[in-house]
């Protein structure tokens, strides 16, 4: 617990940008794949993006064009960078932490990011 420190969110109008962050330890960053989820209200969490420990990245469909992910190595920190947004986009976004082939092991406290039309 307590493991992932996510900062970045807010609100934001339809059409801007938001640009979240999570640090981790390094040693949980040199070695799992760092992910974003997102939480509708109401909704089911679901993946957003990830990257690998070598920096292959893969975001979902919904936000694909918009969203990219990133690793910054040397602040052992993973950047969600959010364009074009839409009020549909609004969730709590939760950083999240795996090994390769498992579940999340890891998860941050959770950032709101609201986007008004």
């Known amino acids: 617990q307590g493991q992932l420190v996510e900062s970045g969110g807010g609100l934001v109008q339809r059409g801007g940008s938001l640009r979240l962050s999570c640090e981790a330890p390094?040693?949980?960053?040199?070695?799992?794949?760092m992910e974003w989820y997102r939480q509708p209200p109401g909704k089911q969490r679901d993946l957003v993006a990830l990257?690998?420990?070598?920096?292959?990245?893969h975001v979902a469909n919904s936000v694909k064009g918009r969203f990219t992910i990133s690793r910054d190595y040397a602040k052992n920190t993973v950047v969600l960078q959010m364009n074009s947004l839409k009020p549909e986009d609004t969730a709590v976004y939760y950083c999240?932490?795996?090994?390769?082939?498992?579940?999340?092991?890891?998860w941050g406290q959770g950032t709101q990011v609201t986007v008004s039309s």
């Open positions: 990257t690998t420990t070598d920096g292959n990245t």
């Open positions: 999240s932490a795996r090994r390769v082939g498992g579940r999340p092991e890891y």
């Open positions: 390094g040693t949980i960053f040199s070695v799992y794949v």
